[in-house]
């Protein structure tokens, strides 16, 4: 059982940064590929990022590319997503999530879910 709760969404103006944590609870963390997701009001949740748990291996949506940057720390059991040169279309509940096995861009085939952290973007 993975518990994951995320911080550091806020209001932010275009242009602008915010990094988000996820941290996680229990001893196995490097053991689970995690990703970062995304849902706008009125639409299904995306995917945005996600990191296997060595954090060798990354992948970003393309809408994101060059700009969001996933990483983690698996002696502090917290995965980030920093977000540069945010835009209005970016304005979503973040959500993380956490799985066995190799990382996947289906929210379907994650286990583990995090509250979800607000990021606004104002334009």
Do not use: H
């Not at 963390?29 to 748990?53: C, D, H, K, L, N």
């Amino acid at each position: 059982q993975v518990q994951l709760v995320e911080s550091g969404g806020g209001l932010v103006q275009a242009g602008g940064s915010l990094r988000l944590s996820c941290a996680a609870s229990g001893r196995t963390f490097s053991s689970y590929s995690m990703g970062w997701f995304r849902q706008a009001p009125g639409m299904e949740r995306e995917f945005v990022a996600a990191i296997t748990g060595s954090g060798g291996f990354t992948r970003n949506a393309d809408s994101v590319k060059g700009r969001f940057t996933i990483s983690r720390d698996n002696a502090k059991n917290t995965v980030y997503l920093q977000m540069n040169s945010l835009k209005a279309e970016d304005t979503a509940v973040y959500y993380c999530a956490a799985r066995t096995g190799p990382i996947m861009t289906i929210d379907s085939r994650y286990d583990y879910w995090g509250q979800g952290t607000q990021v606004t973007v104002s334009s």
